[in-house]
């Protein structure tokens, strides 16, 4: 639901449409059922099932996205390579190395998600012989894609951070374009249309000036409350642009950095405590307008302002105004393919169908995977891209939890998971200009961090047409549910509630926006956080992290290091937490610290020691 992550849901996505054996086999007795509505003749309906078999499965070396382009070829150690496959099959990689050649890797990152990806881009660029394991047949996780009778959804949210040709905040860009990668990206002029309670209306726009004057007439009284919040958000996101970005765990960088641009620096640690929320009460009085500020924060979060770090609220509330939301042409699930492609042409692997289901350990070091049908993987270094709870709960088996991930669990808890509805509609359903991107909360600001109580709405054929068949759009809509909600119901029970709440969301949807939507809808597809759970193994089917109380900033997120030694996490429950940027800094950061520990950056070990028990000890400050 919220703008940012690598973001939530559905793989049913591939699995569902993929006529492997291996894919058939459920983890609960429910599946996740389309619903069809017979609006449209067969020529209008063309399926793009074998092109999709296509990606997965075959011609994995070419794109099917349009909008990208990656460079085959790459230099390394004075050899120029080229290689025409971006995958490797089952059947093409044995235990211990690649086609037998019987070395270990530098790195093994588990998941393909955005965070583990630029992770594994990034160390294969720098010269590490990579190898990333995924559980299903395509990268992205949650941001990944599926087809459905004509159209392309994406898997997660449609509003795209880091992909401007500025600053330093652009770390898809940046990410694509170290693999030789470029992707085509359509501006999306309203990052969000919000409609909120007392009818209050608010528009995003990409200008600045232009959202300010528009949330001025809304509150005149705030005026100077609104520059100057506002404007400390700009001041963080300035000091965050300058610097070069790099992990906060590697002390040469760190110190390099400091004495480069110590005003910056110092102006990051001063805001690292603090929290959106917080610093809005400073100026503003108005209620309604501190819980639309609430809402600002939610989207970037799922948590109200006072629970929102100020430096995470800073990146997303200015970079879209600096870098602009920008939609990668055929969807996001391109980026993800761009990466995997981009990581082979490296020189590196990605395995698809690889269930990793324990981390092998050897006098306390990570020092291998194993996977489901038993073959094991070895590598100097271990980079999980699965959520904390699911690294050290499920995948390292009889290890006591380490002192850092006690503390991490005293202060965070598994946020709620979603229901997500994936939905084509005839496109005269639409009023003229409609935005891309909705945010709901009809009459009760107190109903917003509540189950359902808010809806997240993303239209992506408003930017890009070819994702629907013509004359359709596609409606993906996000609203928060936990894992309780669906608990110990029949199979008929879970169909029925699934069905029950998809038609109270969509006609809310059809009260505030769409007159009319319900008779429009001619496909429509239901995930809950059961499906979540399942195809994206996350524990609970969560988002992400959430603080238990008010935190202090981001002082208790961890970094990527962790207590078993070679052992190193990457993602959203990561510093600096959920979002597309945040989960790319992740990764980039989390490639720095591998790559100075593997030997392929300067190090200080007696610094290294400094560094880490400081950070360490400004945790439990949290």
């Not at 590490?128 to 009778?149: M, T």
């Not at 917080?278 to 503003?284: E, G, L, S």
């Not at 990793?356 to 990570?366: H, L, M, P, R, Y």
């Not at 600096?576 to 490639?591: D, L, R």
């Amino acid at each position: 639901m919220p703008i940012c992550h690598t973001c939530t849901f559905h793989s049913t996505l591939t699995l569902t449409m993929l006529t492997s054996p291996f894919l058939s086999l459920s983890e609960h007795a429910f599946s996740h059922t389309p619903h069809h509505f017979p609006s449209r003749t067969a020529s209008q309906s063309p399926t793009l099932q074998p092109k999709f078999q296509s990606l997965a499965f075959g011609n994995r070396g070419g794109s099917e996205f349009p909008s990208g382009s990656c460079s085959n070829a790459r230099r390394r150690k004075g050899a120029l390579m080229v290689r025409s496959k971006s995958t490797l099959g089952v059947e093409e990689v044995v235990e211990g190395g690649v086609k037998g050649k019987g070395e270990e890797f530098d790195a093994i990152v588990i998941g393909s998600g955005i965070g583990g990806l630029v992770a594994g881009t990034q160390l294969a660029v720098k010269g590490a012989r990579v190898l990333v394991l995924e559980k299903y047949v395509i990268p992205g996780g949650s941001s990944g894609f599926y087809q459905r009778d004509g159209y392309t959804f994406d898997v997660g949210s449609s509003v795209m951070f880091g992909f401007s040709d500025k600053g330093n905040l652009n770390l898809i860009t940046q990410a694509l374009e170290a693999v030789g990668c470029r992707m085509q990206v359509v501006p999306d002029p309203t990052t969000v249309h919000f409609h909120l309670p007392n009818n209050l209306s608010v528009q995003v726009h990409k200008e600045y000036d232009k959202f300010i004057e528009e949330l001025i007439i809304n509150f005149p009284h705030e005026k100077e409350g609104i520059l100057k919040f506002y404007g400390e958000c700009w001041k963080i996101f300035n000091a965050l642009n300058s610097l070069e970005l790099k992990s906060l765990e590697e002390p040469i960088y760190l110190f390099g950095q400091f004495f480069q641009k110590p005003l910056e620096c110092l102006t990051l640690a001063y805001y690292l405590p603090q929290n959106a929320g917080a610093i809005a009460r400073k100026y503003i009085q108005d209620p309604n307008l501190l819980s639309f500020i609430d809402a600002e924060c939610f989207i970037v979060s799922t948590v109200n302002g006072l629970q929102t770090p100020m430096i995470n609220a800073s990146m997303v509330l200015c970079d879209r105004h600096f870098g602009g939301i920008n939609y990668p042409l055929g969807g996001v699930g391109g980026i993800a393919k761009s990466l995997a492609k981009g990581l082979v042409d490296q020189g590196s692997e990605i395995l698809y169908k690889a269930n990793v289901t324990s981390i092998i350990t050897e006098q306390g070091k990570a020092i291998g995977v194993r996977l489901s049908d038993g073959r094991k993987f070895y590598a100097k270094t271990i980079i999980s891209n699965a959520t904390r709870w699911d690294t050290f709960g499920k995948l390292l088996k009889d290890v006591p939890l380490p002192k850092e991930e006690e503390n991490f669990q005293k202060v965070y808890v598994k946020a709620p998971s979603f229901l997500s509805i994936h939905m084509g509609v005839k496109a005269e359903v639409l009023p003229p200009d409609t935005d891309c991107h909705h945010f709901v909360l009809e009459s009760n600001w107190n109903k917003l961090e509540e189950p359902y109580g808010s809806i997240f709405l993303s239209i992506p054929t408003v930017l890009d047409s070819s994702l629907a068949p013509e004359g359709r759009h596609i409606l993906h809509i996000f609203t928060t549910s936990s894992m309780e909600d669906w608990e110990g119901l029949t199979r008929e029970e879970y169909e029925a509630k699934k069905q029950l709440v998809a038609d109270e969301i969509t006609s809310r949807l059809e009260n505030k926006l769409f007159p009319g939507l319900r008779s429009s809808i001619d496909f429509m597809e239901v995930g809950t956080p059961k499906t979540h759970r399942r195809y994206l193994a996350r524990v609970e089917g969560t988002y992400g992290p959430m603080p238990r109380r008010v935190p202090k900033g981001l002082l208790g997120m961890p970094f990527n290091t962790t207590g078993i030694d070679g052992l190193y996490c990457v993602g959203d429950s990561c510093f600096p937490g959920q979002g597309v940027i945040a989960v790319a800094f992740s990764g980039v950061m989390c490639a720095h610290r591998v790559a100075a520990d593997i030997g392929l950056e300067k190090k200080s070990p007696v610094l290294d020691v400094m560094l880490l028990r400081l950070l360490g000890w400004f945790r439990t400050l949290a």
